[in-house]
């Protein structure tokens, strides 16, 4: 264990290493800052930057702008009420308020101390529960493989949201779109409609690019409001070590929720800060204070978005499963460069997922350094003219298509996409439930296959084998349980709504 | 959200359709596995038209999301697609170094920007930083048009 670490560290203290975390914390910082740029758009943006890179600084990389945005979505979040990025939602409750008071320095210094110590004791947790649980997927074969699949589909029904139908659509085009290319058993080509630009499948990467960022561009451009800016100098007085000692309540609060919230499926950064926020405020000694200014108020969302950093990796790290949009852009990431997640990973390229451990802890202190020189800076990125933005962000966009293979046809699918996953989002269609039928129909058709192969037919292979039934009852359960939760909802408020109809 | 479901829905089932019938194009080798490559394709394609079916009786039984649509700007998103297309269409005869900046400064008016010096900085920074990570520093062959000649 000992001796990956060092691996890990040889790896992640080379000076391009470092050189490209500095990089991608201070992009984060900056997409994070800047508002319609969530960290999982700031990643797909980089996507194509990372192709020559050797996969384990690629993924350092992707890292460090996960980690940066979220410092650089409560930048916005105190300054303009408008959070940066998903994470940042709680902190705009007192974040604003302590701007509007005068005390934006303590606001956004608090968030960045909190948020580092949160992200430092997540690659502590990563790496606690990663390395054990990788071992258990050693024993894993195409049985269990594609129940991990199927569950991994399931998981679509607890982040679809209310309309459950619209999220099982978004997962069925994702794997439709995913069977285009050369079958992977014959060698026959699928859906190609005869020319040669789909035998090797939809470029993931570009569909990513497209899905995520270029979607939430165009809705920028056809529907959204006029941003809000910052109206002159703000106080970038920090807060003091006694100021500090007195969250560390709201940031023990925001450790746990943080890393129970990443661990499930579908929480994410956004819903661990939410239920942080209002446990630490339970908690609290002055919960008085919380919605006028409360310092806690931001040390416990804070330290919680920062440590799903980590713990949302875990799933996707052991068994490569994305549970958010982050995490499928680092899957992304992993597939362009030919590294497989799961068990494999631990064993062959240690110095990957090492190196990724060491680079994240390194990642934190860095957003640390550059978020304390970005305050002055945050009033130009924020108050950034939007047109501006779009235009700079779609040119950005379409080079990094052409440059996936040289050619025009990533840069038309990019477009497509785009189109595709504006109107997805117009209409109430989930865009990660798409990419994630996008990035596991080939495991879960290839392990379908292969296992019907080894059972000559018989389909009880995937009921008789232990870990492939657990795997499959829990999907099961991950599939119905929102629905259930939904049905008992909708019947407590029915009472409440026909009461209200006079 | 009630019409824009039912539309969706009858597309999607066209699709499914047009998807299915696909699947027949696929020729089936000797060597194939028992379920082949066809299998798949072919359950997702009725996963697909089963829940279209839904979409649709759903928006027909008025049990729709009946929540208004946000207005879109259609004409500057329509702007916004025919411009980025002519710009993809003209980059390989005309190069990246002449039709990129065209291509930013249009869409920054596009958007409504209008200060000459933002406008050309922005057309010509952008062109040049993006010239220089991507053909510079990872060596992506951008098309050069007649500056390459």
């Known amino acids: 264990m000992l001796e990956r670490f060092a691996l890990g560290a040889q790896i992640a203290l080379q000076p391009l290493s470092l050189l490209m975390m500095l990089f991608g914390v201070a992009w984060g910082i900056i997409g994070g800052a800047l508002p319609g740029i969530s960290g999982s758009i700031a990643m797909a943006l980089m996507l194509p930057l990372t192709f020559g890179m050797n996969p384990a600084v690629a993924l350092m990389m992707l890292a460090g702008i996960y980690i940066g945005a979220m410092y650089g979505g409560s930048i916005t979040a105190i300054l303009i009420r408008t959070p940066g990025t998903p994470g940042a939602a709680a902190t705009v409750i007192d974040g604003y308020e302590l701007h509007k008071k005068g005390l934006s320095g303590k606001a956004l210094g608090v968030s960045l101390i909190t948020g580092t110590v949160g992200g430092m004791v997540s690659v502590f947790i990563l790496v606690a529960l990663a390395v054990p649980l990788s071992k258990l997927a050693l024993a894993f074969g195409p049985p269990e493989y594609f129940a991990l699949g199927v569950f991994g589909l399931a998981l679509i029904s607890s982040f679809a949201g209310r309309d459950l139908l619209k999220g099982a659509i978004s997962g069925l085009l994702g794997l439709i779109v995913a069977t285009a290319g050369t079958d992977p058993f014959s060698g026959t080509p699928r859906f190609t409609f005869g020319g040669t630009d789909l035998l090797t499948g939809v470029e993931i990467v570009a569909g990513m690019i497209g899905l995520f960022a270029v979607s939430e561009m165009l809705q920028q451009i056809a529907e959204s409001e006029a941003w809000a800016v910052i109206k002159g100098k703000f106080s970038t007085d920090l807060p003091t070590w006694v100021e500090l000692v007195k969250l560390k309540m709201a940031m023990f609060v925001g450790i746990v929720m943080g890393t129970i919230e990443g661990l499930l499926p579908g929480g994410g950064g956004a819903i661990a800060a939410f239920i942080s926020y209002n446990e630490a405020k339970r ?24 440590v799903v950093t980590g713990t949302a990796l875990i799933p996707l790290l052991t068994f490569g499963i994305p549970g958010s949009n982050s995490a499928a852009v680092m899957l992304a990431a ?114 379908l296959r292969r296992s019907l192969m080894i059972s000559i037919g018989n389909p009880w292979v995937f009921f008789t084998r232990p870990i492939s039934l657990a795997l499959l009852i829990f999907a099961g359960f991950t599939l119905v349980w929102p629905i259930v939760r939904q049905a008992r909802e909708h019947r407590r408020m029915l009472p409440l709504q026909t009461a209200r109809v006079p | 959200m009630r019409r824009a479901d039912l539309l969706i829905g009858i597309g999607l089932l066209a699709f499914a359709a047009f998807y299915f019938q696909q699947s027949f194009a696929i020729t089936v080798g000797f060597a194939a596995d028992r379920l082949g490559p066809t299998f798949f394709p072919r359950v997702l394609a009725l996963a697909l038209a089963g829940c279209a079916f839904a979409l649709i009786a759903r928006s027909v039984g008025g049990r729709s999301d009946p929540t208004p649509l946000p207005t879109v700007r259609i004409s500057l998103l329509l702007w916004t697609m025919t411009l980025t297309i002519a710009y993809v269409v003209a980059l390989s005869p005309l190069g990246y170094l002449i039709a990129t900046p065209l291509y930013l400064a249009a869409l920054v008016w596009l958007l409504g920007y209008r200060s000459p010096a933002g406008l050309a900085g922005t057309a010509l920074g952008v062109t040049a930083a993006l010239y220089l990570v991507f053909a510079r520093a990872l060596k992506v062959l951008v098309p050069l048009g007649p500056l390459g000649r």
């Open chain 1, 334 to 447: 992993m597939m362009l460069h030919g590294v497989a997640p799961g068990p494999q990973l631990f064993e062959r390229t240690p110095q990957i997922v090492y190196g990724l451990f060491v680079g994240m802890f390194v990642a934190n202190i860095m957003m640390l350094v550059l978020g304390y020189l970005s305050l002055r800076p945050a009033i130009a990125i924020v108050n950034i003219k939007r047109p501006l933005l779009l235009a700079s962000i779609l040119a950005l966009v379409l080079v990094g298509a052409y440059s996936i293979s040289n050619r025009m046809f990533e840069v038309w699918l990019v477009l497509g996409t785009g189109l595709l996953g504006y109107g997805m989002r117009r209409f109430g269609f989930n865009i990660l439930a798409m990419v994630l039928g996008l990035v596991l129909g080939f495991l879960v058709e290839v392990n």
């Open chain 1, 283 to 306: 908690w609290s000694k002055h919960p008085e204070e919380f919605g006028h200014g409360s310092l806690e108020g931001i040390a416990a969302p804070e330290t919680a978005n920062n």
